[in-house]
């Protein structure tokens, strides 16, 4: 099967790998250094070769950094992964950070109070690091670009990743690279500038029409790309990652290059030469800028379009959700027929695999799924391991949070499912959870507003009652790319404006240390929104919903639920049984009418 259940990091292994980077930096000068999660490519999912931030600390979550300093070692990390990082470092050695209610620079400063800070310059973007040395001025701590210490000390670091590339072929991709290439271009030549580097794999990839296989669960191709003004595209990527058959795909105006040839090819570029301040490795930058290139900070151009997904996107990814959703319903089906007290969390994310597998569509999952039973359910991204694996015990919530890479589009769906009685607190809390979905479900609102500005309607409900949860209320997806897209995100730290096409989880929660957690999550796409009778004559946008999976009714408390919640709840399970029915077996329909009656 696609997940595997080794445990990936050893907490025990820390503080030795702890002590020897820091002997390398006292013979080097260096009071400390910065250790992020991200690569090269600024990606959240990264290749065995780029688990840096793991290796040394034994925190696996998706985002976060660490500050290594001579007394003290920081790591970073936001609401989702207070309580992982707890039980993945040793907390002997490793400090956690609430972040970013306590930033670096400030941090720094109370724990450092004179020395040199390096940073390896291909793994942080423009913007971290002057936002960083913004916040030392005035301190005796300085920033120095080196080279990489952790890969020094790492005696058996793997090597770059070699998946294979492979053409997406346009009739799922709604539009020909070349069209695409040519349509960006006119951009560049808009803006007076001769080319833009692309370092994004999802950029490559959707710029190209070709998906890779070079990091977990996300069909992406890790590589460099340079844009030019005529539509050409110089590729930096190993060549053995392409066969005949994709190197025809590629056509004449792609030339192919070693990764190796990137940073020479960039010294000869001719400016101006756009560089997206926001993803790009700040090397790009010190590279164009010592070989005396011009270039100017700019958006990486294929962000904004690929995210605004076309109307053949969308349509094959409605068919992927319909699809998932019966697998889905299949599951749930035989988790209730299961047993109590029969299972694992290890026996459930096995089962489900396996029901999507059976619809001999699956590519991959689109992450490790997230299974967590009773007080597991409480860390966000919970990923069971041998060693952490529960019993699924009677009276408890049961968290699932999984999704599909299918070749028609990617999906993400997230269920909360009552195993016996949960009792009154659980019920109440997954209501105000439920209600927060159905209002992001349920938004008109006008164009030009952005995550921040929506963000609010999810916790509601639930900050009625004194409670919220630490994660945004949701993430961009791509279209049988990454299942986190940026730059579109549901959350009050975004301010990109919502633009039709673009896909996005809704997946409010609520999370108790030690007892339960709850999500719920279904996907959305940004549409336009109808004309109402006597409104104003002004553009509105809605969200029309994508995922058909049944919610669990034992878990709803209707007497708290208003008019147009219950007509909407009825109304989306109504179309789920529609939708689902004649995909599913005759058990699983049994089980369907009972779990979509209205209440």
Not at 304 to 319: C, D, F, G, Q, S
Not at 364 to 383: L, Q
Request: include cysteine; proline fraction near 8%; glycine fraction near 8%.
């Amino acid at each position: 099967m696609f997940q595997s259940f080794s445990a990936t990091a050893n907490p025990a292994q820390g503080p030795a790998r702890l002590a020897s980077l820091r002997r390398v930096l006292a013979l080097e000068g260096l009071a400390g250094f910065l250790v992020p999660r991200a690569d090269a490519h600024q990606g959240e999912y990264v290749a065995a070769r780029d688990e840096r931030l793991q290796w040394l600390t034994g925190f696996t979550g998706s985002a976060g950094f660490a500050i290594v300093l001579p007394d003290v070692a920081g790591v970073f990390i936001d609401g989702r992964y207070r309580v992982q990082v707890k039980g993945q470092v040793d907390l002997a050695h490793f400090t956690p950070v609430p972040w970013p209610e306590t930033q670096p620079g400030p941090w720094v400063r109370a724990h450092l109070a004179t020395g040199v800070l390096g940073y390896d310059p291909w793994l942080h973007t423009a913007d971290e690091i002057a936002k960083l040395e913004a916040s030392l001025e005035g301190s005796a701590v300085t920033l120095q670009d080196c080279s990489n210490f952790i890969d020094r000390i790492w005696p058996d670091q793997p090597g770059p990743p070699l998946g294979l590339a492979f053409p997406q072929p346009v009739e799922l991709a709604g539009e020909a690279s070349t069209a695409k290439r040519a349509r960006l271009a006119e951009t560049l030549r808009e803006a007076g500038q001769r080319a833009a580097v692309l370092t994004l794999p999802d950029s490559l990839c959707w710029l190209l029409n070709i998906r890779g296989a070079d990091v977990p669960r996300n069909p992406v191709l890790h590589g460099f790309a340079i844009l030019h003004d005529d539509a050409r595209v110089t590729l930096f990527a190993d060549p053995a990652k392409f066969d005949a058959t994709t190197r025809a795909h590629l056509g004449p105006q792609i030339t192919l290059r070693p990764p190796s040839a990137f940073v020479p090819a960039l010294r000869t570029l001719q400016g101006p030469v756009r560089v997206d301040r926001s993803t790009a490795p700040l090397a790009v930058k010190l590279e164009l800028d010592e070989a005396g290139v011009e270039s100017q900070w700019g958006d990486d151009p294929c962000r904004l379009p690929k995210a605004r997904k076309n109307p053949t996107e969308i349509a094959a990814t409605r068919t992927a959700h319909l699809r998932d959703g019966a697998a889905m319903v299949e599951f749930l089906c035989w988790l209730d027929a299961t047993p109590k007290g029969s299972l694992t969390e290890i026996d459930v994310v096995r089962a489900l695999e396996g029901f999507r597998r059976a619809t001999n569509a699956l590519h991959d999952i689109s992450f490790d799924t997230i299974c967590g039973s009773g007080p597991n359910g409480a860390i966000m991204h919970y990923r069971v391991t041998d060693g952490s694996n529960r019993p699924i015990g009677d009276n408890e919530l049961l968290l699932v949070d999984s999704g599909a890479q299918y070749v028609d589009g990617t999906t993400d769906i997230t269920r909360t499912i009552a195993i016996g009685d949960p009792g009154p607190e659980a019920r109440e809390a997954y209501t105000a959870v439920l209600q927060g979905m159905i209002a992001i479900s349920r938004l008109r609102f006008p164009r030009g507003l952005a995550g921040r500005d929506l963000d609010g309607f999810a916790r509601y409900n639930l900050w009625l009652k004194g409670m919220d949860f630490d994660h945004g209320t949701g993430h961009g997806v791509g279209a049988f790319l990454s299942v986190h897209e940026g730059p579109q995100r549901l959350s009050r730290l975004s301010e990109v404006p919502f633009e039709p096409g673009m896909i996005l989880s809704n997946e409010p929660g609520y999370y108790r240390e030690g007892a339960f957690g709850i999500r719920l999550e279904n996907l959305i796409v940004v549409q336009d929104a109808p004309p109402l009778p006597g409104g104003d004559d002004r553009a509105q946008f809605s969200f029309e919903t994508l995922t058909f999976v049944p919610l669990d009714r034992r878990l709803i408390l209707p007497d708290l639920l208003s008019p147009g919640e219950r007509t909407w709840l009825n109304a989306y399970h109504a179309e789920t049984a529609a939708k689902l029915a004649p995909r599913l077996s005759a058990a699983a329909q049994r089980w369907l009418t009972q779990a979509t009656a209205p209440l």
